[in-house]
């Protein structure tokens, strides 16, 4: 087997770490592109009705459109970023978001705005795929919980100075408001293009793998850079872990939606509060978000460290159970002041990212590196699906059983069925990582 001395692996290690901290702050503003995009029609659904005189059921006939488009998308996105340079398609994939914003902000009918925000999504959701495939080839699996959440909490950090931004806007100019946040989003989104393709390093595919550790950088290169295939990339979808992680995702599509789209509408016209109110209330479960994000990751890589990988599965799968009786606290009852609903959308936020920095590393320790942004996508794909159903039966059943039963009972046994699925990671994860590390030893003995 070809490999590097011990001066030159050591060498090396430094210069890793400085390009993964880079890596994190650079693809951080990626990431906050992606996860504004939802927020502004979510946070100014009222706005955006009133302008283009749309109906209750549009927010979900709307996101459940939105996620279907974005399904098809994220899986060719992942391929291309397999099949050739992730900084480039990723920096074109956030530009072609933040033109699609821009564009959105000049909308006077309904079908111009249906259309030019398809076209936004389709951009942003390419980002998530790109960004955790270049951090498992910058942190091994010992540390990629604390990367996955630092970069998840970093992009929401920036989300913060968007909400805030969307509630001064809703409160003070209504009428243009909306507009307003599409065109900032789409100047900031340019930005992040150029920072990309600027500062952004490649790294080598596969480069923090044991089975890799003693291997260089010249054999690994050579090894992946055939290795990607259509069919390698489809095969992927049959890897037991990730046929665990689609249904599990499908699942947790359903308190997500009604956190992330559903919430400011649900807060306005079922409990009171006013627009603006409800975006910092919102606010508070960024916060959630970010705090969930990070300290899933540290414990998770303590948890996996101390007492094995096994042991962070367990972790998620205690908060997990938690989370169900958060949305039931969050959606389920009124309080009698603003209070009581920040400090629950905070905790119920914390949970939910929570279990993605738990979650995403296991499925990155049963991915081979050259279909690692293709087994991501596929994770995006699934959070999509489950967000598609759940806003499906939102649409078809709000008319009848109102928004705040149709909101709460989506939210509650999406996360309990999530619960239950949740099992099966354990009787999958250990087999297939050791499956991936046994495929990248021979590779590279051949």
């Given amino acids: 087997m070809p490999t590097t001395s011990t001066h030159e692996t050591q060498s090396t290690a430094p210069g890793d770490s400085r390009k993964g901290k880079k890596a994190i ?25 009133k302008s283009l005189d749309l109906a209750d059921s549009a927010l979900g006939s709307i996101t459940a459109v939105k996620r279907g488009v974005e399904t098809v ?27 699609g914003s821009i564009l959105t902000g000049f909308a006077q009918e309904f079908a111009f705005f249906f259309v030019i925000t398809m076209i936004a999504n389709v951009g942003a959701c390419a980002m998530e795929g790109q960004t955790n495939s270049v951090l498992s080839d910058l942190f091994p699996v010992k540390e990629r919980g604390k990367a996955f959440g630092m ?31 599409y065109w900032m989003f789409g100047v900031l989104g340019i930005i992040a293009s150029v920072t990309i393709w600027f500062t952004l390093d490649e ?22 850079s055939s290795a990607f295939t259509i069919g390698e990339a489809l095969r992927q979808f049959r890897v037991p872990t990730i046929a665990v992680d689609i249904v599990n995702l499908i699942l947790m599509g359903f308190p997500k939606i009604m956190l992330v789209n559903f919430s400011v509408t649900f807060f306005v ?9 409800a975006i910092m209330v919102s606010g508070l479960g960024l916060l959630g978000f970010i705090s969930g994000s990070i300290t899933g990751g540290i414990v998770g890589d303590r948890m996996g460290r101390r007492m094995g990988e096994r042991m962070r599965l367990v972790t998620g799968h205690v908060v997990l159970a938690g989370l169900i009786v958060m949305n039931y606290l969050i959606f389920g009852i009124g309080y009698g002041s603003v209070a009581p609903y920040m400090i629950v959308a905070f905790f119920t936020a914390f949970m939910v990212e929570f279990m993605y920095s738990i979650t ?82 021979e590779r590279v003995s051949k």
């Fill in 360 to 441: 995403r590393v296991v499925v990155s320790a049963v991915l081979l590196p050259e279909v690692r942004t293709v087994g991501f996508s596929i994770g995006r794909m699934a959070d999509s699906t489950g967000s598609i159903i759940a806003s499906l039966i939102y649409f078809l059943v709000v008319a009848s059983y109102g928004i705040e039963d149709s909101v709460l009972w989506l939210s509650v046994g999406g996360a309990a069925a999530a619960f239950l699925m949740y099992f099966a990671y354990y009787v999958t994860f250990s087999g297939d990582a050791a499956r991936m590390q046994k495929e990248l030893t």
């Fill in 203 to 224: 790294p080598t595919r596969g480069r923090t793998e044991e089975a890799l550790h003693d291997v260089s950088d010249d054999v690994i290169r050579e090894k992946v």
């Fill in 25 to 49: 702050w650079t693809m951080a503003f990626a990431q906050c592109i992606d996860f504004t995009e939802p927020q502004i029609l979510n946070s100014m659904f009222v706005s955006v009705q």
């Fill in 73 to 99: 998308s994220v899986f060719l996105w992942g391929m291309l970023a397999d099949r050739f340079r992730r900084r480039e398609i990723l920096a074109g994939s956030t530009l072609l978001a933040a033109i």
């Fill in 269 to 277: 016209k079922v409990r009171g509060l006013t627009e603006g109110t």
């Fill in 151 to 181: 970069l998840r909490g970093l992009a929401y950090s920036g989300l913060i100075f968007s909400l805030v931004s969307f509630m001064l806007l809703a409160d003070h100019v209504p009428d243009i408001g909306w507009r307003v946040a």
